[in-house]
């Protein structure tokens, strides 16, 4: 985990979710941030660790997940950068409820809680901001956890796949980030019945795989499944 310098004004997330703070309060932001390095696999923070500050994902990937009482990760999402990592509980729970850990190489700009708290409190339209951008993140998880869970088992896996290549990469040709029984416990079928699907598809030639690096070579007939369920 590194720490980096301050850079807030110049920042790209000031204008998603910090655009009605003045000069001089972006300016005292920076006594309050912190900009962190977390490597592939870096825990975020914990399920039930203290809740002390604020984090949006800067850069890289990372997933959000619970851990059931069986030892099993639960993976409730994966975000892209911008989105706010851990934030759906900060007014209303003083533990997280959840983990986050980063599938890629991730930066994490972490903002003192009690700072947002004073902007919430004396900023009205900094209030109305955020509270909207979190709603917004909230409201995506919670449709794409039903999306996925009203398809069958290949409309599970071929949603997923057009997520990572139309949403996280932009790109048919990317190395799939997470392992078999990620996307198992993402989609909440085993890992077996999941290696099997992606097996159809490459015999079927939907995708192409080399190690982690998929192809998708047929996206229309990866859109019919995804649509179909």
Do not use: W
Not at 22 to 41: T, W
Not at 71 to 99: C, K, L
Not at 141 to 148: G, K, N
Not at 160 to 174: A, E, M, P, Q, T
């Amino acid at each position: 985990m590194v720490n980096r310098t301050c850079e807030c004004a110049d920042c790209q997330f000031r204008h998603v979710a910090f655009s009605t703070l003045d000069h001089e309060e972006v300016a005292r932001l920076c006594d309050f941030r912190q900009e962190l390095s977390f490597p592939k696999g870096g825990i975020i923070h914990r399920e039930g660790d203290p809740i002390q500050d604020f984090k949006y994902l800067k850069s890289g990937l990372v997933k959000v997940y619970r851990i059931t009482p069986g030892g099993e990760e639960q993976i409730i999402a994966i975000t892209r950068p911008f989105e706010f990592v851990s934030n759906m509980s900060i007014f209303s729970e003083d533990h997280y409820i959840y983990s986050v850990s980063a599938i890629e190489e991730s930066v994490i700009c972490s903002i003192k809680l009690g700072y947002i708290r004073e902007l919430v409190s004396m900023n009205g339209r900094f209030a109305l901001e955020l509270m909207t951008r979190i709603s917004q993140i909230t409201d995506k998880i919670i449709v794409q956890s039903l999306d996925i869970r009203r398809r069958n088992l290949a409309g599970r896996v071929a949603y997923v796949l057009l997520y990572f290549s139309d949403v996280i990469y932009g790109s048919r040709i990317f190395d799939l980030p997470v392992s078999r029984k990620e996307i198992a416990d993402y989609i909440s079928m085993s890992t077996a019945n999941v290696i099997r699907t992606l097996s159809d598809f490459r015999r079927e030639g939907i995708i192409r795989l080399n190690g982690k690096t998929l192809e998708i070579a047929d996206p229309e007939k990866l859109g019919v499944i995804s649509a179909r369920g």
